[in-house]
């Protein structure tokens, strides 16, 4: 079976601490009333939107979702790390195929620990996640996707916007699957203006295309899924350098902001790089990451971030050798035993003729 959105508010809500999830009944949220009286939806008088579901939901609430209806806050991605996540669901060589770990910890429930025999994706009773629901922590509720609630109740998705296109993409998911995502804020009060001033004030949207031309809001995707996005492929080399340059963080859009800064300020050649070739695309992972690491950490990178603020490294790959590590893992090629992320990516592109 699917997960449901009821047809009045979701079912779960979070305290401050996000330690604990709360069960509350759907009835809790409308307003009493005569029988036959238009109900309020937490103040609002809006019974039509295709979003009500989404009206009430609260900050800090884990909120059921249709990965259909969530409305992206980046006008790209990087290609390559969504097909390295496709290729790990489809080729990978895992006990447990990969992308029921990355649906628990999506859903605030850490990894999968047990999968049926031809469990799917689209039927959470055919796996088990390591918490129950009900049985989150702090620490599993904090990585999971993030959403602000917008005018009409339509939730803006402000991170996981490669897991959730993978989840789309994948041959067992689709617009119709169902997830959590961590509500930072119910902005469905505010006018479009409104909500569009305070979403760039606090750095929820990114408005830049992979050229760095400027986007407009009303030109972002309007839905997950490889063909709403363009490709940006400095957002993909930038994923792929996690822990070798920098460390990701709890920065939105922190990948774009150094991507943007590999583009505009070129601190390495790369007009060899062969996105198709293990080799070349381990070279340009190389070159910028030891490029980010050599930075001062008050360099300017864009935005008004400097490089510590935007978590670089101190030394290049934690200080290790080139056959140590986080780099060493990247390296290994699709034949061994536990292929590196690119080998996956480029195995993805290969076998489905995408390079």
């Known amino acids: 079976m699917r997960f449901r959105v009821p047809s009045a508010v979701p079912l779960l809500a979070v305290g401050a601490a996000l330690a604990s999830v709360a069960t509350t009944a759907p009835a809790a949220f409308a307003a009493p009333g005569a029988p036959g009286e238009r ?18 939901a609260e900050p800090g609430q884990l909120l059921d979702v249709r990965i259909g209806d969530v409305h992206p806050t980046q006008p790209s991605l990087g290609y390559d790390e969504v097909y390295y996540k496709l290729g790990r669901y489809t080729l990978g060589k895992d006990a447990v195929n990969k992308k029921f770990s990355d649906w ?26 390591t918490l129950p629901v009900g049985g989150e922590t702090a620490d599993s509720t904090a990585a999971m996707k993030t959403v602000v609630i917008g005018p009409g109740g339509e939730p803006f998705l402000t991170d996981g916007h490669h897991t959730l296109t993978s989840f789309y993409e994948t041959p067992d998911g689709g617009a119709d699957l169902h997830v959590r995502l961590r509500v930072l804020a119910n902005l469905s009060t505010l006018t479009q203006k409104d909500f569009w001033a305070r979403m760039q004030a606090e750095k929820w949207v990114y408005l830049s295309d992979p050229e760095g031309d400027p986007v407009k809001v009303n030109k972002l995707p309007t839905s997950v899924g490889l ?14 350098g996690r822990d070798i340059g920098y460390t990701q963080d709890s920065v939105p859009f922190q ?51 400097t490089a510590g603020g935007l978590d670089a490294l101190d030394q290049w790959n934690a200080g290790k050798a080139a056959d ?13 035993a536990k292929p590196g992320k690119l080998a996956y990516a480029l195995e993805y592109k290969r076998v489905n003729g995408l390079g």
């Open 104 to 129: 628990c910890e999506a859903d605030g429930r850490i990894e999968a620990v047990a999968v049926q025999p031809g469990a799917r994706l689209d039927d959470p009773s055919s796996f088990t996640c």
């Open 324 to 336: 140590k590590g986080e780099f060493d893992k990247l390296s290994k090629p699709y034949s061994d």
């Open 39 to 56: 109900p309020s939806f937490c103040g609002h008088d809006n019974r039509k939107t295709p979003f009500a579901a989404y009206l009430c």
């Open 255 to 305: 990948e774009f902001y150094w991507g943007s800064w590999i583009r505009d300020a070129a601190p390495v050649d790369l007009s060899a790089w062969d996105r198709n070739d293990l080799a070349s695309y381990l070279a340009a992972v190389e070159g910028t990451t030891r490029a980010m690491t050599a930075l001062p950490k008050t360099a300017p990178i864009g935005s008004g971030f």
């Open 227 to 240: 063909a709403n996005f363009q490709d940006d492929e400095y957002r993909s080399l930038l994923y792929f």
